[in-house]
């Protein structure tokens, strides 16, 4: 803008410069109207540059938002799966998770005996998490397609470790409790099922998925 206004506040210096020259000369009033076109061409033109340069200004502080929206939004709801997904490894089962499942189990199982859904009370538990994981993947879902419009199949690319890894322990769940589908070894059930499983700091399926969420993060602050 300010380049703009230079250049045209120049050719207005210089046709200022010419009107005193032809006055000087005595003939200011056989050029004047020549005089008063070519000012009001540059004047027409000045501002449709500067408008043009105001709608494309205008055009980028849109675009800039929406990105940081998408940026926002995505982030956000990835973090919410994060944690979801930390919660739902938690080995620590409390009394009043417990109740809250078995309530969830009879309103969601009616056909089965009370003393049936408290038996399985950690199954119940552990469904409950999971709906926790699933609800939080799919808000995920719901802000990737906007970041597929503004940058493409890459951010997918990106997402898929993080999906593998979703599945990974959804499938470790059904084995866990379904005993006649493993295929996995017990250990390696327990270690994908239970957070610090493996007696480490942080053991090697939250570090994946860390890895995982830092390089989604890493490639939306590149956009902003």
Known sequence: MKTIFYIILSLLIGLIGIVFWVYFYGIIMPLYPFIKDIITAMISIGALVIAWKGLQTWKEQITGVKTYKVVYNLHYSILKLRNAIRYGRNPAIWHSESYKAIQYARAKYPNKSSEEIENDSHLYVYEMRWEEIKNASTEVESHLLGAEVLWGAEIL????????????????????????????????????????????????????????????????????
């Open 157 to 224: 690319e990106l997402m898929k470790p993080l999906n593998r890894k979703i599945t990974e322990l959804n499938i470790a769940l059904q084995q866990k409790f379904n005993p006649e589908l493993r295929t996995k070894k017990t250990q390696e059930i327990f270690n994908i099922v239970y957070e610090g499983g493996e007696g480490r700091e942080e053991d090697t399926f939250s570090k994946d998925v860390h890895e995982a969420i830092q390089k989604i993060a890493d490639y939306m602050k590149s956009k902003l």
